[in-house]
Structure formats: C-alpha cells, structure tokens
C-alpha cells in the first residue's frame, strides 16, 4: 500500500512538473522571517543555479541585474512589505550557471499571522526574455518605419476622416516648403493646394469612402512662390484615416518617368499573458498532505486565471484533468474524462475544428492554440482557448484550457458600439449634406420671388417716376404718382408676403398659440385643409422654441397635404405631465409603416432623422403612431424648463 501511495505521489509529481515545463513557470516559498525559500526546479534552472546554491534573499538579490537591483529590493521592502502589496514586477537576472542575461516576471502573493504580520509570501517566476526580445524587435520595427517614411522620394500626408492633416514625411514639407507643425492641424483643401487644381479636379473623399484608390494630377503653393506640379494617390485605411502619397511630377510633364511604388509595412503586436500555476515541493520525500496543500495551491492559481491543465495518454485515450479543468466543464470529479468526452464538450461547429488539431498534433506533432465556443455539462455557452502540445516520445499530448468568454463578450460589445457609432456619423453627414441642399433651394426660391416680383416692381415704379414731367398739366401729374404708388403697393404686398412665409409677424409679437391659428387660416386659404387648433394661450414659450415648433407643425401640416389624402387636421397644445409640454399633430388619412425608413419627407428639407436630432439638442423627443388607412399622430415633446 505504501508503494502505491509513493508511486502516485511520483505520477501527481511528474504531472505538475510538465505543467509548470510547459508554462516555463518556476515556484517558490519564502519564510519572511529566516529570510530563506524553497523553489522549484524549474525555478532553480531559470536562474542557473543549484541546490546548494543559497536559497535566501541575499541569494536572489545576487542574481538581480545591478541596473535593476535598486529598484526591485526598494520595490520589495516598502511596497510589498512595507504596503503589503502583492509582488508583481519584471526585471532582469544574471544566471548564476553561464552569466547570461535574462528577462523574468515574478509574482507573489503574502500570508500573515493572527497578528497580521506578513510571514510568507508564495508565488511564481517565469522567464520572458523571448517576449521582451520580440517587444524590442516590433519597437526598432516601428522606428525603422517611421525613418523608412521619412526617407521615402514621396511626399505622405496622412489625414482624419474630416480632411484635417494629421501627419507629414520630411519629403511632404520640402516639396511644400513648410514645417511639419505648420502642416499638422490645417484642412487639406485650403492648405497647400491651388484653387485652380481643386476646382479642376476636387478631392473626392466619397470614392475614397468606396474603397478606390484616386489618382489626381495637381499644383501645390510652394512658400517661395514656385508651383509644383504632383501626382497625388489617395485612399481610405482600414481605421478611417486618409493617406495621401504625392510624387514630384514638374519634370515628367517633358520626359517619362517610372511610378514608385510604396510598401506598407505592417507589424503586428503579439503579447501574451500565460498561466499562473502553483505546485508543491517537488521532493518524494514529501508527505501525501504536502501533495494535497500543493495542489490546492494550484488548483487556486489557475481558478483566478480560469486556465486549467489536462494531459492525454495516447495509448489509453484516458484524459487527466485539474480540478479548473473539471469546474470549467460543470462536471463532478466522478466524471472521467477521455479524448472522446473531452470533444464533445464543443460546440457542433467547433467539433470538427478541435478534433482535426488534435488529429494533427498526434500525426505531426503540431501544437494548436485555438479560440472556439464550448458548451457546458450544464448546458452554458462559452468561449474557451485550447492549448495543446504533442509529447510523442511519452505518447502524450499536454496542454491547457482558459474560459475567455469574457473578453471574447467585451470584444463583442466593442464592436456593436463601433458599429453604432459609424451609423450615426453616417447619418450626421446626410444631415449636413440635405441642409446645404435645403439652404440652396430656399436661397433660389427667394431669388426667385424677389426677381419675379418684387425687382419687377421697383423696376416698373422707377420707369413711371422717369416719365414724370414738370411740364405736365396737375391732373396728368397725379396721374402718374398715383400709377407709381400704385406699383409700389403691389412691392410692398410681394415683400410682405415674402416675410410672412418665412415667419409671421404674429408668432413673434403674440405667442405660438396665435401663430398656429394663423397657419390654420393659411392652411385653409391656400391648401384647402381645415385645421383644428387648441391649447393653451397662456402657455409660454420662448421665440427660439416657438420658431421652431411652428416650423416643425408648418412642415407636418405639408405634410399632410401631399401625402395623407384628407382635407381636416388637427393641432394639440397641452401638457402630459408636470415637466414637459406636447404639441401633437393628427389626421386620419393613409397612413404609412410607422418606421423612419417609411416616414414621408418633410418638405423643408427636415426630414424625420434631422427634426429628431434637433429636438434631442434642447431635451425633447419626437414620436410618430401611424397605421395604414387610419392615419397619422405625431408628437413633439420638449421639457417644461426650456418653455419657461
């Protein structure tokens, strides 16, 4: 019985010696008092020592780089002793066995007494000196990046999605005669190119936004007066920048010339954060309670990182588990799990997946490190990451499995609100672009009026003032001035109406209320519909806020005209409750899907999306209840405070 129990405690020892060789994660204990500790040997070898080697912490700050020996015995004696703070650092050792110079990340959790005095800490060491090197390689990438632009033939500009310069190479400055700085910030249509070029060919951001590349020939202002004659490609990034290359093409206007073309160099940062893994000592002279205390440990470890170890024996196609392992499928520690089992954990999608990296590892002995959805023995989705190794001189693959359900949700929910952003951005520029339309339409129609009319008029009375005479006799005389007044009676009654069109003087000498009534009378005069209006007079509204409901009730009113088929509508003014006021405007005509998509546009170049937006500036709301062939209810709502 003695051996059995000494030969599974070698079998749980080897387990977790091959977990830890797979993390290259190194433990230790250390007494606070003595000062002493006891480390693994996985440990022992990433600082190139021995067991006779002195296992305190005179002994481990010996091994500390001396660039960086300051800063981790001050970092250990009065933030983690002296704050009692968990130890969590990166810095660099010199191995003890051939002087080389290392990167590790240690980690250290304390214990204190019944008097809360700190008495061990407990953690883990692990060599990064691959990670740190790939770190530095991607930073002399980056710089080698930037001096590549810097030196490139080309001028590179580099701009927002607004057309606002954000970066420029050196060629960039030399070819327009300006600093970086001085470029940096400035719109890109009115900074450096000639009004001649952009009105010949302006820029086009709507082909850029399509995903084509434009190519434009153009003149740049150089500072010292001299014209610079480029050929400039242009193109939209994947984050939504514009990057604009410009080649110096004033002598190729006689002699051909060949295209440069640029490489882009893209570097990708991989930085991965691996598992922290506790084990007991690894001596067979320890206790089966020793055993048991380190695999509680361990098992704690991976519970905080939800990473678990597993192994599987390709003879048997048994499966050995941690107990993370076990809690991140919600099974029992009855259950006993096999390659088999273990796959059908995964979704039915990622079955297959799992199955032919497993397949491969065994054949080739190709690792696999994936991302796939995983179903719970109590029925719960998640993401998981598998991690798996071949060990196919011992017929054993090795790995670890992580939930990252949250991080894969928070990825998830990052790109819903990216989304929801770019919509809304696309919306705002179909809000500007309908304005400008709206603007120029109203400054034609007004135009229009004052040509047609009133200009006419004045035209007409400054003739008859011309043929005034002094010779006339007193009745022809008055004759005349009676035909001038006359004409300009007829401007008069042109401009006036022109004003009342654009806003009435009664809605800004006596309320909303009695402007409404004004419009229903409007209404009715010009368009045949009969407006019911009632509200509150006494209610009051400041003009801003009166303009625009009235423009908003105008408009819906048009609405109604053009699109509901009826020849009654009513308008309501009241308050549904203590903080707000309502003006609500309804007909019982066709009616329409009671979407914005479907929404009839409003005729003053509004539209359902723009009204919205405005109300929501000042705090109101906008809701439209329609049905078809029942009619139509649209309500504005704003907060009382804005009406006071």
């Known amino acids: 019985m003695t051996q059995d129990i000494i030969q599974a405690i070698r079998e749980k020892e080897q387990f977790l010696h091959r977990v830890q060789l797979i993390a290259g994660l190194g433990t230790y204990v250390t007494k606070l008092d003595t000062g002493c500790y006891t480390s693994s040997l996985i440990l022992d070898d990433i600082f190139g020592i021995t067991p006779d080697y002195p296992h305190t912490n005179a002994g481990w700050e010996a091994l500390i780089h001396p660039d960086d020996r300051p800063m981790i015995t001050s970092y250990f004696k009065n933030e983690v002793l002296g704050l009692r703070r968990r130890f969590d650092k990166e810095y660099r050792i010199i191995r003890a066995s051939d002087g080389a110079e290392r990167w590790v990340h240690g980690c250290g959790d304390l214990e204190f007494d019944e008097a809360g005095v700190p008495v061990i800490m407990t953690g883990t060491i692990q060599d990064v000196t691959e990670r740190k090197r790939s770190e530095k390689a991607l930073q002399q990438s980056e710089t080698r990046y930037r001096e590549l632009i810097d030196l490139a033939v080309d001028g590179i500009l580099v701009g927002s999605s607004e057309g606002i310069i954000t970066d420029a190479n050196r060629r960039m400055c030399e070819m327009t005669g300006l600093r970086r700085d001085e470029l940096v910030g400035k719109k890109i249509d009115g900074a450096i190119f000639t009004p001649e070029s952009l009105a010949s060919h302006p820029l086009r951001f709507d082909l850029m936004q399509k995903g084509e590349i434009v190519i434009r020939e153009r003149q740049l202002f150089h500072t010292d007066g001299a014209l610079v004659h480029i050929e400039m490609r242009s193109k939209m990034m994947p984050d939504g920048s514009y990057q604009g290359i410009f080649r110096d093409i004033t002598e190729r206007k006689t002699t051909e010339a060949s295209l440069l073309h640029?490489?882009?160099?893209?570097?990708?940062?991989?930085?991965?954060?691996?598992?922290?893994?506790?084990?007991?000592?690894?001596?067979?002279?320890?206790?089966?309670?020793?055993?048991?205390?380190?695999?509680?440990?361990?098992?704690?470890?991976?519970?905080?990182?939800?990473?678990?170890?597993?192994?599987?024996?390709?003879?048997?196609?048994?499966?050995?588990?941690?107990?993370?392992?076990?809690?991140?499928?919600?099974?029992?520690?009855?259950?006993?799990?096999?390659?088999?089992?273990?796959?059908?954990?995964?979704?039915?999608?990622?079955r297959p997946v799992i199955a032919a990296a497993v397949q491969r590892c065994i054949e080739q002995g190709e690792p696999f490190d994936l991302e796939l959805q995983f179903i719970s023995a109590k029925g719960k989705w998640k993401w998981v990451r598998a991690i798996g190794k071949a060990d196919l001189k011992h017929s054993r693959i090795q790995g670890t499995i992580q939930d990252v359900t949250a991080r894969r949700e928070a990825d998830d929910a990052l790109r819903e609100k990216n989304a929801a952003l770019d919509q809304s951005v696309a919306q705002l520029r179909k809000l500007a672009m309908e304005l400008t339309q709206a603007e120029e339409v109203e400054r034609k129609r007004l135009a229009s009026i004052l040509h047609d009319n009133v200009q006419q008029y004045i035209a007409a009375a400054n003739m008859k003032i011309s043929l005034l005479d002094t010779r006339m006799s007193a009745d022809e005389h008055a004759q005349g001035v009676k035909s001038v007044l006359a004409v300009l009676g007829e401007a008069m009654t042109a401009s006036r109406s022109l004003t009342v069109s654009l806003c009435p003087p009664v809605l800004l000498e006596a309320g909303l209320m009695p402007g409404l009534r004004w419009l229903a009378e409007w209404m009715k005069d010009h368009h045949g519909l009969t407006v019911n209006v009632t509200g509150d007079d006494a209610q009051a509204i400041p003009g801003s806020l009166n303009t625009l409901l009235f423009q908003a009730v105008r408009e819906l009113l048009f609405n109604v005209v053009k699109h509901a088929g009826v020849k009654q509508a009513s308008v309501v003014l009241d308050q549904p409750d203590k903080t707000s006021i309502r003006l609500t405007v309804v007909d019982q005509g066709k009616g329409?899907?009671?979407?914005?998509?479907?929404?009839?546009?409003?005729?003053?170049?509004?539209?359902?999306?723009?009204?919205?937006?405005?109300?929501?500036?000042?705090?109101?709301?906008?809701?439209?209840?329609?049905?078809?062939?029942?009619?139509?209810?649209?309500?504005?709502?704003?907060?009382?405070?804005?009406?006071?």
């Open 592 to 644: 329409f899907p009671a979407s914005e998509s479907h929404f009839p546009p409003l005729s003053g170049g509004f539209g359902l999306f723009h009204l919205r937006e405005r109300l929501t500036y000042i705090g109101g709301s906008f809701d439209v209840a329609s049905v078809l062939a029942q009619g139509t209810r649209v309500s504005i709502t704003i907060p009382l405070a804005m009406a006071k």
């Open 262 to 350: 640029f490489t882009k160099v893209l570097a990708h940062r991989v930085e991965e954060r691996t598992r922290e893994l506790e084990t007991a000592n690894a001596t067979l002279k320890q206790s089966l309670h020793q055993l048991q205390s380190s695999q509680a440990l361990l098992s704690e470890m991976g519970r905080m990182a939800k990473v678990g170890g597993w192994e599987l024996d390709l003879h048997s196609g048994k499966q050995t588990w941690t107990k993370e392992v076990y809690h991140l499928h919600e099974v029992g520690p009855a259950f006993e799990p096999t390659g088999e089992n273990g796959i059908s954990f995964y979704a039915d999608e990622a």
